[in-house]
């Protein structure tokens, strides 16, 4: 054998065991997630149904159910996407087309990169002593969305920014050509062309909003609820927190509760991701 079929066979033996270990980790990771799957429906299929949608939550399993949690839930991925999108496309446009590419841009891009892996209970702090405490808007749907908002706009400006980047410098410079402003390059042709990776980031930051759980209940959020939010200053809870409580109760009943919880809550992210995955597509188009 010459040196050469031999490396080719050292490197095709590489390439195949690289597979087989990826092949294995993908197995063992949906194999865990089906069994995780088939435990929540096993135990919440028979308690869901349309009073546990509808009801208020209870001392007594059986009638309990999810309506502020889930009306919390909306209202909050609303109040989120509302605070957060709009600031969070405006900064990664500003930082990438506007703003100049000194020292001070660099350690600005190097502490939104950094945001983005801050732990969650840090932005709960933050929220508590920010929005709380030092604005006074108390335990509120509107103190919960942003601090929601500040968790989530780092994603949202490091993927926008990528996907602006990625767009061939050849459309601006096409653009500029033909007498077009630096705005409307942006708006006309710039924005269009990146918006389907743009809402990829945004669907990735909405459905961290969905499930996160401790910076709501360290600004506050109540986990026993029996009204529903009446305006952005109102008292609020979410489903995750809803969860949260029924799970860490010993009775069994709660923990169906809990699964029949888990069930619509992946459904309410599931209906969301699919709508936002639809609008990217026919976007790309």
């Given at each position: 054998?010459?040196?050469f079929?031999?490396?080719?066979?050292?490197?095709r033996?590489?390439?195949?065991?690289?597979?087989?270990?990826?092949?294995?980790g993908?197995?063992?990771?949906?194999?865990?997630?089906?069994?995780?799957?088939?435990?929540?429906?096993k135990?919440?299929?028979?308690?869901?149904?349309?009073?546990?949608?509808?009801?208020?939550?209870?001392?007594?399993a059986?009638?309990?159910?999810?309506?502020p949690?889930?009306?919390?839930?909306?209202?909050?991925?609303?109040?989120?996407?509302?605070?957060?999108?709009?600031?969070g496309i405006?900064?990664?446009?500003?930082?990438?087309?506007?703003?100049?590419?000194n020292?001070?841009?660099?350690?600005?891009?190097?502490?939104?990169?950094?945001?983005?892996?801050?732990?969650?209970?840090?932005?709960?702090?933050?929220?508590?002593?920010?929005?709380?405490?030092?604005m006074?808007l108390?335990?509120?749907?509107l103190?919960?969305?942003?601090?929601?908002?500040?968790?989530?706009?780092?994603?949202?400006?490091?993927?926008?920014?990528?996907?602006?980047?990625?767009?061939?410098?050849?459309?601006?410079?096409?653009?500029?050509?033909?007498?077009?402003?630096?705005?409307?390059?942006?708006?006309?042709?710039?924005?269009?062309?990146?918006f389907p990776?743009?809402?990829?980031?945004?669907?990735?930051?909405?459905?961290?909003?969905?499930?996160?759980?401790?910076?709501?209940?360290?600004?506050g959020?109540?986990?026993?609820?029996?009204?529903?939010?009446?305006?952005?200053?109102?008292?609020?809870t979410?489903?995750?927190?809803?969860?949260?409580?029924?799970?860490?109760?010993?009775?069994?009943?709660?923990?169906?509760?809990?699964?029949?919880?888990?069930?619509?809550?992946?459904?309410?992210?599931l209906?969301?991701?699919?709508?936002?995955?639809?609008?990217?597509?026919?976007?790309?188009?």
């Amino acid at each position: 054998m010459t040196p050469f079929e031999r490396h080719s066979l050292k490197q095709r033996t590489k390439d195949a065991l690289f597979q087989v270990l990826a092949i294995i980790g993908l197995l063992f990771a949906v194999s865990v997630l089906i069994i995780l799957l088939v435990n929540v429906l096993k135990d919440g299929l028979l308690r869901l149904d349309w009073s546990f949608i509808t009801s208020y939550p209870s001392r007594r399993a059986a009638a309990a159910g999810i309506i502020p949690g889930l009306v919390g839930t909306l209202l909050m991925v609303l109040l989120t996407a509302i605070i957060a999108i709009p600031i969070g496309i405006g900064a990664a446009i500003y930082l990438e087309e506007y703003g100049r590419k000194n020292w001070l841009g660099k350690l600005i891009e190097i502490n939104i990169a950094n945001l983005a892996g801050v732990p969650s209970i840090v932005y709960g702090l933050l929220g508590l002593g920010l929005f709380v405490r030092w604005m006074q808007l108390d335990r509120s749907l509107l103190a919960g969305a942003l601090t929601m908002g500040l968790l989530v706009m780092p994603v949202i400006i490091i993927s926008t920014r990528e996907a602006i980047k990625a767009v061939p410098s050849g459309i601006r410079e096409a653009s500029w050509a033909v007498g077009a402003t630096k705005w409307q390059t942006i708006w006309h042709h710039l924005l269009p062309i990146a918006f389907p990776s743009i809402l990829t980031g945004i669907i990735l930051a909405i459905s961290r909003a969905i499930g996160e759980t401790a910076p709501l209940i360290t600004i506050g959020a109540l986990t026993y609820v029996t009204f529903l939010p009446d305006s952005v200053h109102s008292p609020f809870t979410v489903l995750p927190i809803q969860i949260f409580n029924w799970v860490s109760r010993p009775q069994q009943a709660f923990h169906e509760n809990a699964a029949a919880g888990i069930i619509v809550l992946l459904i309410f992210t599931l209906v969301l991701n699919s709508l936002a995955i639809i609008l990217r597509n026919r976007f790309s188009k």
